[in-house]
């Protein structure tokens, strides 16, 4: 695989620098072409997106630049969503030991077998395994979770998370990120 010029990497915005990777695995350009797009783009006095420029030097057509479009808004939004998924598990981990229901290295063999799990395309809830693997009943699961969502809140729009311990249910804020109207659950 090629690799970006240092330079382009240190300057770019990190969507355009996804959108310069993803176009170099694709094959459009190769990164002595993305460095020229990015020149391109350092010398000119209005500053272009970096698939305008890829399009204005001939490299890609309309059609190429959104197929990448797509792709980069793809691979962003499963980024946040995973790791927010793995926020979550770490706080279920984190609950269970406080709790005194299972102990560090109980959460550990369950994360590493989860990690096992989901190479096999196959997504388990760190809950399900503990359960399955006997660490912890349904009901200790089912209180963690309650626990959980006590602790960490999602913004049902943009995926923030918000600690909401300390509020009663019900209570209504604006989310610092999107401006969605959120309520406590
Ligand atoms: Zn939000």
Redesign the pocket.
């Known amino acids: 695989m090629n690799t970006l010029p240092r330079a382009a990497v240190s300057t770019m915005k990190d969507g355009e620098k996804l959108f310069g990777q993803i176009a170099v695995e694709l094959g459009y350009v190769n990164s002595g072409q993305l460095e020229k797009c990015f020149d391109f783009q350092q010398s000119s006095r209005a500053r272009k997106h970096i698939g305008a420029i890829m399009k204005i030097l001939g490299f890609i057509s309309d059609e190429e630049m959104h197929e990448i479009l797509a792709i980069q808004k793809r691979s962003q939004f499963e980024e946040v969503a995973g790791a927010a998924k793995k926020r979550k598990e770490r706080t279920f981990g984190y609950l269970s030991v406080k709790l005194g229901y299972m102990t560090e290295e109980q959460v550990y063999a369950c994360v590493r077998e989860q990690a096992r799990c989901e190479r096999l395309g196959l997504y388990l809830k760190l809950g399900e395994i503990c359960i399955n693997r006997a660490f912890l009943r349904l009901e200790q699961v089912e209180e963690i979770l309650e626990l959980q969502t006590r602790v960490i809140f999602d913004?049902?729009?943009?995926?923030?998370q918000y600690n909401i311990q300390n509020f009663k249910a019900g209570t209504k804020f604006t989310?610092?990120?999107?401006?969605?109207e959120?309520t406590v659950p």
């Open positions: 913004c049902h729009t943009c995926g923030a989310c610092q990120k999107c401006g969605a959120l």
